[in-house]
């Protein structure tokens, strides 16, 4: 409860005399309630049979103060889902990415690896052609070459 006006900062005015017109015959006492209006005393415990214009504009402004707190806390909700949707996505991207880095690197992989066997059967079915060509020739050269040799001396005779 406020009893004085230098306590809201209202500067005292001097009357006539010079004494304050605030002084302490001259208070007037208000109550401050929790929206930062005026508010009935703690004592008075009874309800107003119908709310003066001044309640219903004061009623009305904290209703539309509500609104808004109400608008702004959703809005910041829905930000922040906003933000952590953008960032699974950008995850997902991430992710995704790699993947796609790593199925590229596998295929090259297996390209190379391809190559690598098509090489070595190249190179296998040469090897058996020469070692074919050299068993046959091996075979040719021991059947032209007599097993039986007759050694003698012609006499002319």
Request: aromatic share 8%; net charge negative; charged share 15%.
């Amino acid at each position: 409860m406020v009893s004085n006006l230098v306590d809201l900062g209202i500067n005292p005015t001097t009357g006539s005399g010079g004494s304050p017109t605030n002084a302490p015959g001259l208070n007037l006492a208000f109550n401050i309630g929790p929206n930062g209006f005026f508010d009935k005393p703690a004592n008075w415990t009874s309800q107003r049979e119908s709310p003066g214009a001044i309640q219903q504009a004061i009623s009305g402004l904290v209703a539309a103060q509500n609104k808004l707190r109400k608008a702004v806390i959703f809005e910041t909700y829905d930000k922040q889902a906003l933000d952590k949707a953008f960032l699974a996505f950008q995850a997902l991207m991430k992710f995704e990415t790699s993947n796609n880095t790593l199925a590229s690197q596998d295929a090259e992989l297996q390209k190379a690896i391809n190559n690598i066997n098509e090489g070595y059967a190249v190179a296998s079915k040469t090897i058996a052609g020469v070692v074919q060509g050299l068993t046959d020739f091996q075979t040719t050269i021991t059947a032209s070459v007599p097993d039986t040799f007759i050694f003698g001396l012609a006499d002319g005779g």
